[in-house]
């Protein structure tokens, strides 16, 4: 067991370098990247731009340039090439939006998909369950921008509803808070709501024929009761695992559609805006983070699924 | 209850006076900046109101803002030596005294500037002020790293030297705290350089000011208003600073509310949205209107919503020294063909069509007697390319450079479109904002041709000027980016730059007669100069408002109705 | 449970989990109960309609429309309804849906014809999702098989690989690639692509999404391996490369079949997110992703601009869904490869 664990931690900390040198790498290999010349300003003259280089490193060769910025990541003290502001107080800053999404969408997908997957399984082939794999269907299809777009058209403008976008912290005021959540939330779990409603129905379908569950049928016990306590806590367990991946990916910055649109300034916001200005440190900061998020996460579930399953352990897949 | 009878009847006659000593004034306002003290046009005085910018500001700290986002509010709290009228239109380009006692005495060689600090002036904080936190400041704004201290570094006599390091002050800059006078000597005649120290970055701030960014956390500087709180990407609060008052600096108004709160939003849909609804008071006029939202805004708020003009010019640059536009004629074509007019509609009507590199505002734009030689409102296509065929360069290979964000991509979109239906073979290359002037600078990339704009670093014609100027040619980060060399524009800048700022006016025809003869060249094409929006909610005067030509709203002037 | 097919390619086993109707090859039963399968076939003629449409852009641009995609027509008018409109108003508010040959859908900001834009947009974002399709499936399949037969060291290191691009959010990863490739293309090589080829944006969504196959595919390898077939044909002297080829690829056909939609489908997604993020399709080229990201901008004014275009994507994508889904209850009832549960990320 033990070894499993410093195995997975290993890992993840080769992961972790790899992407952060992946990041790097991309930014430097951009022509006409140069911050030095973006943060002269238009009037400026080579001198200055020189002057610039020599203060941040940019002449340094890449990998100590690359050292020096991690080294700055991990004393706390990157900042921006535009700007000049501190990343991690940005990021800090930006953080509760991203996890007041995160959290309340996330709660909202699992509970919701859980619900219409059972719902459909136990009404396989009549039409509840033709109507909800439908509307699976079209959630999946749907990408999260243009339904976030097409709700505030009709929720904020045309009947004005819900706020244009934005968010407020839950410090400020809470029902405020509550208010401009809750499009989001309900986008971003669309999507997410389609694909766990139609994986837990395919797997309660399969498990349902199962030899035990056939038993457990024999023996009297009410379709509800097979379902709830045979089936449903075997074929929760893929679910939650997609959760918490889906989950830490959204911490990440994987909410980056949902987050522009409704103009929510989270993390992911703030990753697109500095890939897009081509300012290297926040996409480095914001990459790690998400990518720990997603790594550590992915380990957790897979100690957890190694302790619930001596299979799994025993052949290490 | 006789005594409160009587307080109640003196309480009336007070409140009858009041009301007629506030109708007699009522009307009196002017639209040429009011001065300290007095209402004007029957507004209230004090309050606070709330103000949205859709784009943070680069800096806040003095020293270091070069967007009108940080002008806005650097102007009113770090004020110059010399500064701006505050007014509207031309009359906002004029130069007037600031912290100095008079407008700058210039030694005949147009070496030597001499100006004296006026006296008892202390600094938001109480610091006393002294001719030396002049030195500083311009000092600190070199140290800082200016985005345009080249405007320092290049005419102050030893300001270079300081900058790489050489010397440990700015031997050109001579100061007495005892008298208040400052010298200061150039490296050669610029006329312009009394706009050059009315500058924000010329804003005094104290000596000894950490030589850093202090964006959140500004120094105290001496101005109407002041920072009570900052934080450059979120937004700031700025107060009426009480000691400004006492000073009696003319012509600098003392401001009627009490606070502004400005805040960052990054939407302008909800930040247009907002103001519309009244829930907050100023929508930046350094941003765009979401085009969506303008019917809506024009038909409920048209009575405080307004286009204003600055001077700035919208062009497309045509690099002269390779193919295809080396060759006159197809530079003339372009000229000849673009639709105005539907670039003012891709900007959602927010440009005015000109032909003229100097803009309406710049001494030396010409006036309505000129006319446009290729045309201004009749594009002629077919015309066009007769001529491009003539040319012989039609079938050439162009890539089209461009901004990212609206409407300047739908221009470059337009413009591309036009390339190839003049005969020519042409795709577009559009890239992020943040690094678009730095790649088009490029001598690497030495683009054909793509959008450029300039809008003015202070009302004088040889700051547009710099883009046509041969000598501004450098490897990275060139402005002139059509790559111009032309011998009699060189030889007419070398006498025109010199004229100092205060005398502009006379050598008006000759500045005119120079963007005529730039126009007949065709080195660039000219389509617009922007207007911004200027947009309230109906608690602010909006009428009295002034709205500057380089500093945009000028929130000394902003009153509750 | 392994059963042998004489009509299938002799030395080639097959590995079927599911029953068979006895002496009928496993590919003419899933088309059976394809074919029964009323739904699917109805959206998959839904999309294979959305595509004749789009392939037939030029016809209508000139034909009906008289017009190009990026041809501007900002200061010019159009008749309806005999009365004369701009067809981009003064204030850059454009015109709506005529219902008529020229403009039907209405007009952007640029006066350009939405219906052209609509099909010539089509053609792209179908072409960058067929070509990230085919690089995903090829390099991911590739990937797999070595990875689950070989294990070991070479297993690690390509797992390692595929974790990394896994774990890097999509869309971020996206938008970097995407951003450095716009501003200068790509060169590998002989071989070097402008920053605006539609291959620039195929190239990312293809590498985007190769973990998500090569994972299953691997996973099923794995079990492969250890069946008596590829015994047999170590035995019998066959060489690794033979035994992939031979042997384990044919078994991973209906898997990779299956796969197929469903990459179509999250490849025209994570296009459209792209390009709404301005890492996608570059203008003018249109995209249905760049026009919804145009059509945003001018919500509420001008929805036909959003409508359209997200209409006809979700449309797609939806048919391809739907069919997809329908193929893979066709060919692998039993679904032994899970695949949601490996969530496309590109629409978040």
Redesign the interface.
């Known amino acids: 067991m033990t070894r499993f664990v410093i195995r997975r931690l290993i890992s993840m900390v080769l992961v972790l370098f790899a992407i952060s040198v992946l990041t790097f790498l991309i930014f430097q290999v951009i022509p006409n990247g140069d911050p030095a010349q973006r943060m002269a300003g238009r009037l400026s003259t080579p001198e200055t731009v020189a002057a610039i280089r020599r203060t941040w490193g940019f002449d340094d060769p890449i990998w100590q340039q690359y050292l020096t910025t991690m080294k700055k990541i991990f004393t706390g003290e990157v900042i921006s090439y535009t700007q000049q502001v501190n990343v991690l107080d940005q990021i800090w800053q930006d953080l509760p939006a991203t996890l007041s999404l995160a959290i309340g969408a996330g709660i909202i997908w699992f509970v919701m998909g859980v619900l219409f997957g059972v719902l459909s399984a136990l009404r396989a082939g009549h039409f509840t369950d033709r109507a909800l794999t439908v509307a699976a269907l079209v959630g999946v299809s749907t990408p999260v921008f243009l339904l976030g777009a097409v709700a505030l058209y009709f929720f904020a403008f045309k009947v004005q509803l819900f706020p244009n976008g934005g968010y407020v912290p839950l410090t400020q005021d809470p029902v405020d808070w509550l208010y401009h959540l809750i499009l989001p939330w309900l986008c971003l779990s669309v999507l997410f709501i389609g694909i766990y409603s139609r994986v837990l129905r395919s797997n309660l379908l399969d498990t349902m024929s199962e030899d035990y569950v056939r038993t457990a049928r024999a023996k009297g016990i009410s379709e509800r009761r097979v379902l709830v306590r045979h089936v449903l806590r075997n074929s929760l367990i893929p679910i939650v695992a997609l959760w918490s991946l889906d989950f830490a990916a959204v911490i990440g910055g994987g909410a980056i559609l949902t987050e522009s649109v409704f103009n929510l300034q989270g993390v992911g916001q703030y990753a697109a805006e500095s890939i897009h200005q081509l300012d290297v440190p926040p996409v480095m900061v914001v990459v790690m983070l998400g990518a720990f998020a997603v790594v550590i996460l992915s380990a957790i579930t897979d100690v957890i699924f190694a302790l619930l399953d001596p299979r799994i352990r025993l052949t290490g897949s | 209850m006789y005594a409160r009878v009587r307080i109640a009847g003196l309480a009336l006659v007070a409140a009858l006076a009041l009301a007629l000593v506030a109708a007699g004034c009522g009307g009196g306002g002017s639209n040429n900046g009011s001065t300290s003290g007095s209402s004007s046009g029957g507004g209230q005085e004090g309050g606070s109101i709330s103000v949205l910018m859709g784009t943070a500001p680069d800096y806040l700290d003095p020293q270091l803002g070069y967007t009108t986002q940080s002008a806005e509010p650097d102007w009113i709290i770090y004020t110059p030596l010399v500064t701006y009228r505050h007014a509207g239109g031309t009359a906002g380009g004029e130069l007037i005294p600031g912290l100095a006692t008079a407008l700058p005495e210039v030694s005949r060689d147009g070496l030597t500037y001499r100006l004296t600090l006026r006296r008892g002036l202390t600094f938001s904080d109480g610091r006393p002020v002294k001719a030396s936190d002049f030195a500083y400041t311009i000092m600190r704004a070199i140290r800082v790293n200016w985005g345009g201290k080249s405007f320092f570094t290049s005419y102050i006599d030893g300001a270079a030297a300081y900058d790489s390091g050489r010397a440990s002050s700015i031997s050109g800059i001579q100061t007495d705290d005892a008298t208040g006078a400052i010298t200061i000597r150039l490296t050669e005649p610029y006329g312009a350089f009394p706009n050059v120290i009315a500058f924000p970055s010329a804003g005094l701030v104290p000596r000894g000011t950490a030589m850093r960014n202090l964006s959140n956390d500004p120094p105290p500087g001496v101005g109407p208003y002041m920072y009570t709180q900052a934080s450059v990407n979120r937004g700031f609060t700025i107060a009426r600073n009480p000691r400004f008052a006492r000073f009696g600096i003319p012509d600098i108004p003392t401001g009627h509310l009490d606070t502004i709160r400005v805040t960052i939003v990054s939407n302008t849909q909800s930040e247009a949205q907002r103001v519309l609804n009244n829930d907050a008071d100023v929508f930046d006029a350094g941003d765009t209107l979401p085009p969506s939202l303008l019917p809506q805004i024009e038909s409920q708020a048209s009575d405080r919503f307004a286009r204003e003009p600055i001077p700035s010019t919208f062009y497309f640059f045509l690099n002269v020294t390779k193919p295809p536009f080396d060759n006159a004629k197809a530079r003339q074509a372009i000229n000849m063909a673009i639709d105005r007019e539907a670039m003012v509609r891709l900007a959602s009507g927010f440009l005015e069509p000109t032909c003229w590199f100097l803009p309406e505002g710049i001494v030396g734009h010409p006036g309505n007697d000129a006319r446009c030689p290729y045309g201004l409102d009749r594009p002629d296509l077919a015309g066009a390319k007769r001529l491009v065929q003539e040319s012989g360069t039609a079938g050439t290979a162009i890539t089209v450079w461009g901004e990212e964000r609206s409407p300047r991509r739908e221009y470059v979109d337009y413009y591309t479109d036009l390339l190839n239906k003049l005969g020519y073979k042409a795709q577009e290359r559009i890239i992020a904002d943040e690094v678009y002037f730095p790649t088009i600078g490029n001598a690497k990339t030495d683009p054909q041709t793509g959008f450029a704009d300039w809008i003015q670093d202070f009302p004088n014609p040889s700051d547009f000027y710099l883009l046509m100027d041969a000598r501004a040619i450098q490897p990275t980060n060139n402005q002139n980016f059509s790559k111009v060399n032309d011998p009699h524009i060189q030889a007419e800048l070398k006498r025109l730059n010199p004229v100092p700022a205060t005398k502009l006016d006379s050598v008006a025809d000759e500045w005119s007669a120079l963007d005529q003869y730039t126009a007949r060249r065709a080195y660039v094409v000219v389509y617009g100069t922007e207007t911004m929006p200027k947009f309230f909610s109906d608690r602010l005067n909006f009428d009295a408002a002034i709205f500057h030509p380089t500093y945009l709203n000028d929130w000394t002037s902003l009153q509750l109705k | 449970m392994a059963t042998v097919d004489s009509t299938v390619r002799a030395g080639a086993h097959r590995d079927r989990g599911a029953d068979t109707a006895a002496g009928l090859s496993p590919y003419r039963l899933g088309l059976r109960r394809l074919r029964r399968n009323k739904a699917a076939l109805a959206f998959g003629a839904l999309f294979g309609v959305i595509v004749v449409l789009c392939l037939c852009a030029p016809l209508y641009a000139d034909r009906v429309a008289h017009t190009s995609p ?3 027509h ?2 010019e008018t159009v008749t309806v309804g005999g009365v004369r409109k701009d067809v ?6 454009p015109i709506g849906p005529t219902w008529q040959g020229r403009f039907l859908l209405g007009a952007d ?3 350009r014809d939405i219906a052209v834009r609509l099909l010539y947009g089509g053609r792209n974002s179908l072409e960058v999702g067929a070509l990230a399709t085919l690089l995903t499936m090829v390099l991911a399949t590739i990937a797999g098989i070595v990875a689950g037969y070989f294990r070991g060291f070479v297993d690690g290191v390509l797992a ?1 690989v595929l ?2 691009i896994w ?6 990863l996206g ?3 995407g ?2 490739l ?3 293309g790509i060169s590998i090589g002989p071989l070097h692509l402008e ?2 080829s539609l291959l620039v944006p195929a190239f990312i969504i293809g590498i985007v999404y190769i973990p998500y196959v090569a994972k299953p595919i691997r ?1 099923q390898v ?1 079990r492969l391996r250890e069946q008596e077939f590829v015994d047999a044909a170590r035995v019998g002297g066959a060489g690794p490369l033979r035994i992939m080829w031979s042997e384990i690829l044919p078994n991973l056909s209906s898997t990779i079949i299956v796969f197929v939609p469903l990459m179509i ?1 999250n490849a025209i ?1 994570l296009e ?2 792209l390009s ?4 996608g399709v ?3 080229n249109p995209s249905w ?1 760049t026009m ?2 145009d ?9 036909h601009l ?2 359209v275009p ?1 209409l006809m ?2 449309l797609a ?2 048919g391809i ?2 069919f997809g ?1 329908g193929v893979r209850d066709a060919l692998d009832p ?2 032994k490869v ?1 695949l ?2 490996h ?6």
Do not use: C, H, K, W
Not at chain 3, 295 to 303: C, T
Not at chain 3, 343 to 348: G, L, M, P, Q, V
């Open positions: 990026n041809a501007n900002v200061t981009v108003s003064p204030t850059g508010q900001q640029n006066g390692r974790d990394l774990a890097y959010p999509v869309v971020l938008i970097a690639l951003t450095s716009a501003l200068g920053g605006n996973g794995l489908a997604l459209a997110a709404y993020l301005g890492a570059q203008p003018p992703g919804i990201s059509g945003i901008r001018l919500i509420p004014s001008a929805m959003t409508f997200g994507l979700v994508v939806l869904n739907v889904d039993r679904a899970r949601e549960e969530a496309e990320e590109a629409s978040r």
